[in-house]
């Protein structure tokens, strides 16, 4: 809420004062200090307040019979100084020993991109996840410019991401910055995280730190959760739709001992049971559901560089699509309609602590999760039954090598425990994974504008031996206007073949596979080219990137080389994936902030024996969000029009479908109104305000247990316009 008190604090009308008071806000690094922008700055007890600037200066008028004045930055302690008389300040933030990366932002907009970091990270913010429903961590991405979502099929209500043009399973999923929602959980983990549970997001593209791992190939995605030590004390909100779907969130912060003992509870619950059949298909445009989770973390600082966090999260969720006739106690028989019945639950834990010492150049973190997820699935006539066990552990030392911090050191060492257990096609399949790791990475930071990041980890596998991870990142500001970054590096991860493509049980042809799990491995390289400037006296970011995935090795979902099966092969042949991307985030007018995008994918495959188009992918998107706020923040209206490119669709020798060999560009558009008051707001608004929709999602529907039926080859919106209303209500501790 930190970012969201910022983001009040930017849009207060503009005051004059007879006096001010000026200063200097410093991050401090090491020994050493650098200027930090964007950091909160108010009077104690009021919303008087402002933001430092690019250069960490900033000013703020005298409030009449107040001293206090507060400085808070996401990622540092918060500090209060006590203010003797008019002049200058200097104040230094200090780190607040968080056990995750900190991503360091030059303004706290919606979104933007760090140009401190030399990884390419695009930070999302609570105030950027209030501009639409934001129900869960798949649908905050809606308006985004670098991550696509879309459906994975048309039936099970599934969805999936896309960065830099490849699938969210090549993208490292961390919350709290350990990895998660992988495995069993990859079909629908992505609803499993409620937005209104989440502090923000961070979007990271390309190799990734190796710190984290060796899995991120095409990038990482982090969702940060919120912290039981904010300043919020309890939140409440309602949702609900045209189409029936409704959802209760609510999470509360009790202060035990102060801010040394802190505990947060977090409650979630969805329903969805009304039944849509929009296109009159004779199918449910999607699933039934009922979802019901309940979190608890706890914090405990003792405000002398030791920390630790723990949390706990249990999930149970059912759904259930198919035929508009289908049963929750329906069994599976060509006699009874065709239906998809789903039932997960879970639970996952992490513990993290961290300790600095040796006065600060040195801190030791311990970062680990466990999951348990067990599910039961028929998809038509075919059942599908899974559990996994997972555990992680990482253990990472840092260093300050000299007395300015120019030279850091990061060592560690990982753990990876998996045991997977499914059951298809009266087969039983087990394996376990146990994965333990070596890392190192150094960093080289002689001034402000350069920075060099070299890491290498290698990892002990028991299925797949030993292997190197390599990964370099480069930044360097050159100019007043000018970041360029570019950064290279090696990927690798465990191709779970049946739980990732689970989905594709939608269809008439059951499964074949050579391997129940494979190891997949890629090099990524990138480049972003980013300018700062000052245009009408308000900020333009310009940025440009490109970003190449090349695969050594690869599992290939083959639709088109047998009629009667789908195929899930290794990789033979070549496969890449090549994503440029422009954007330009400016205010042209006070309050009015504004998001231009447009990105070209080239993603190819060799699929039996031809290197073609990967299908149902677009080649190319461009967003335009419009975001305004009017004064004192009354009200809020957000626009978001998404230009979807055209693509490939598969088909296998001698099939006869509606959709021919290619689908073509489309536009989506959605939109929201908000209204603020004290402590609650209203909002109200629609997705797909043009009401687009796939025609014929679901091919043979008219015969689902015939030879013709699909129901994967989903490649727009399967839900036409939808309409919601929703009430915030938000209380803050004093």
């Known amino acids: 809420m930190k970012q969201y008190l910022l983001f009040i604090l930017m849009i207060l009308p503009g005051l004059s004062f007879a006096d001010e008071i000026k200063g200097i806000v410093y991050a401090k690094e090491g020994n050493g ?34 001293h206090m004045l507060v400085f808070s930055f996401v990622g540092y302690e918060k500090q209060v100084v006590h203010v003797h008389e008019m002049g200058a300040l200097e104040v230094v933030l200090e780190p607040n020993l968080e056990i995750e990366e900190v991503k360091v932002v030059k303004k706290n907009r919606g979104t933007y991109l760090s140009t401190i970091n030399p990884i390419q990270v695009e930070n999302i913010s609570s105030a950027e996840l209030h501009k639409a429903a934001c129900c869960n961590l798949a649908e905050s991405f809606e308006t985004n410019p670098s991550v696509d ?74 969702a940060e959760l919120k912290k039981p030590d904010s300043d919020e004390k309890l939140f409440l909100n309602l949702y609900g739709n045209i189409d029936g779907r409704l959802e209760y969130n609510g999470n509360g912060n009790i202060r035990l001992k102060g801010d040394t003992l802190t505990t947060g509870i977090f409650v979630h619950g969805h329903d969805l049971s009304k039944r849509n059949d929009h296109n009159h298909d004779g199918f449910l445009d999607e699933p039934l559901s009922k979802m019901f989770q309940v979190a608890n973390r706890w914090k405990y600082n003792n405000q002398n560089g030791f920390m630790a966090q723990a949390y706990v999260n249990f999930l149970t969720e059912e759904r259930l699509g198919g035929q508009k006739e289908v049963d929750w106690n329906m069994q ?20 993290k602590s961290g300790y600095t010492f040796n006065n600060g150049k040195s801190a030791i973190a311990w970062l680990s999760n466990f999951s348990r997820h067990e599910t039961e699935s028929y998809y038509g006539l075919t059942p599908y039954n899974a559990d996994e066990t997972r555990f992680y552990a990482n253990a990472v030392l840092t260093h300050d090598l000299d007395a300015y911090a120019r ?28 994965v333990p790791g070596l890392f190192a990475e150094y960093t080289f930071k002689p001034n402000p504008n350069l920075t060099l990041m070299a890491g290498l980890r290698t990892d002990f596998h028991n299925l797949f031996g030993t292997f190197v991870t390599p990964r370099m990142h480069f930044r360097y500001h050159f ?31 059951p499964l074949q596979w050579t391997d129940d799990v494979m190891q997949e491995e890629a090099w990524n390289y990138g480049f972003a080219f980013i300018q700062n400037y000052t245009l009408l006296g308000r900020e333009l970011t310009l940025n440009a990137e490109f970003f190449r995935t090349s695969f050594d090795s690869q599992l290939i979902v083959d639709r088109e080389t047998s009629p009667d099966y789908v195929m899930l092969t290794p990789l033979q042949g070549t496969s890449f994936a090549n994503s440029l991307q422009f954007d330009v985030r400016w205010q042209p007018i006070e309050r009015l902030d504004l998001l231009l995008a447009y990105r070209i994918n080239n993603i190819k495959q060799t699929i039996g024996g031809e290197l073609v188009d990967k299908p149902l992918t677009n080649d190319y998107k461009g967003l335009i969000n419009l975001n305004y706020t009017t004064n004192l923040k009354k009200w809020m209206f957000d626009y978001t029009v998404q230009f979807n490119g055209g693509g490939r669709i598969p088909e296998y020798p001698g099939e006869v479908s509606a959709g021919g060999l290619a689908f073509d560009p489309y536009v989506v ?20 305000l043009g009401d687009f929709k796939q025609s014929h999602p679901i091919q043979g529907a008219d015969n689902p247990f015939g030879p013709n039926f699909d129901a994967t080859k989903v490649w727009g919106p399967v839900m036409g316009r939808k309409v919601y209303l929703g009430l915030r209500f938000n209380l803050n501790y004093e």
Do not use: C
């Open 669 to 688: 558009m959605n939109a929201q109104v908000t209204k603020y008051f004290r402590y609650w707001s209203v909002y109200f608004g629609s997705e797909n």
């Open 407 to 434: 030279h850091i050191l990061n060592t560690g060492a990982s753990f990876v425990y998996d045991d997977f257990n499914e059951a298809i096609y009266d087969q039983n399949i087990e394996r376990t994974e146990k």
């Open 149 to 222: 979502l879309s459906y994975s099929d048309a039936i099970t209500g599934a969805k999936q991401i896309k960065l830099l043009g490849l699938d969210g399973t090549y993208s490292l999923m961390q919350i709290e910055n350990m990895p998660n929602l992988r495995g069993l959980a990859t079909a629908s983990g992505l609803t499993y995280i409620p937005g209104p549970w989440m502090e923000s997001i961070q979007v990271s593209k390309g190799a990734a730190s190796v710190v984290n791992g060796y899995d991120a190939i095409a990038g990482q995605i982090n």
């Open 479 to 509: 100019a007043d206007h000018f970041t360029i970054r570019t950064s290279a590096g090696k990927g690798y991860r465990t191709a779970n073949v049946l739980s990732e493509n689970v989905y594709l049980l939608s269809s008439s042809r």
């Open 33 to 66: 200090k650098q200027p930090l922008p964007g950091v909160n700055i108010y009077w104690e007890g009021s919303t008087q307040g402002t933001t430092s600037v690019a250069d960490g200066s900033f000013s703020i008028g005298q409030k009449n019979n107040q």
């Open 332 to 351: 599976p028989s060509v006699n009874n309609p065709f239906g998809v019945n789903i039932k997960n639950d879970r639970i996952d834990a992490f513990l």
